[in-house]
């Protein structure tokens, strides 16, 4: 039941761009600038690339940037490489619930 | 380094309890938020809950709350998560993962529980 939408898969080339959406509602992404980003690799614990739209953390490549508009938020990924097939998860503030968080569904994104 | 350590995979049988752990080291445990996550076998992240450790403030998900327990001991620096009745559902890895302002970073490295 996840309040963010995000595509359940992408795919691109090596060496391509690719961006990946995530839409929300007035509610959440579209007034508070609180958007994360999480790389998640099989097996594997979720890696914090983006916060706060688009800020990226020390240790998240430069290729990896985030923007907003309106209600959805993007993650987008410059010169795709095999290492970035994962599934990807934005995650945002939101009013609607007393937790103030949400998830988008994932996306897998396959290189 | 900042570092989230979990307790390890644990198999148990429908109707048993359990208590599994998260330790965090190399920051002040106190000041920030800890949250904890599921993900069932090939499905997306779920919000469970989140403890505000200074103060104990603990806000469950209306999908959690009634079905597990959060907990903090911070003289060790640990977070529990506990079941008094496991159901087959409860399957899944759970993540707990420490909180400022809306970013969650790091995360524990996930406990796996099945039960069957």
């Known amino acids: 039941q996840s309040v963010l939408t995000q595509p359940a898969s992408v795919s691109g080339s090596p060496g391509q761009p690719i961006t990946i959406p995530c839409t929300g509602t007035s509610g959440d992404i579209g007034s508070y600038n609180y958007v994360s980003w999480y790389q998640q690799h099989p097996g594997k614990a979720p890696k914090l690339i983006i916060y706060d739209v688009t800020q990226r953390p020390s240790g998240a490549s430069y290729r990896f940037s985030g923007s907003k508009s309106g209600n959805t938020a993007s993650l987008t990924i410059a010169g795709l490489r095999a290492e970035d097939e994962a599934d990807y998860y934005c995650t945002s503030f939101t009013r609607a619930n007393s937790l103030h968080l949400v998830f988008g569904g994932g996306t897998k994104l396959t290189v | 380094e900042v570092q989230l350590v979990q307790s390890g995979a644990e198999v148990k049988r429908p109707g048993e309890s359990l208590k599994i752990s998260c330790q965090g080291s190399g920051y002040n445990f106190t000041i920030f938020r800890l949250a904890w996550v599921r993900q069932r076998p090939g499905k997306g992240l779920e919000w469970m809950g989140v403890?505000?450790?200074?103060?104990?403030?603990?806000r469950y998900s209306p999908s959690f709350q009634g079905q597990v327990t959060f907990s903090i001991d911070t003289s060790i620096n640990t977070a529990y998560l506990h079941w008094t009745s496991l159901k087959a559902s409860d399957s899944a890895t759970y993540f707990c993962?420490?909180?400022?302002?809306?970013?969650?970073?790091?995360w524990g490295q996930g406990t796996p529980v099945t039960v069957s």
């Open positions: 403890i505000s450790v200074g103060d104990s403030d603990m």
């Open positions: 993962t420490r909180g400022g302002g809306g970013t969650f970073d790091p």
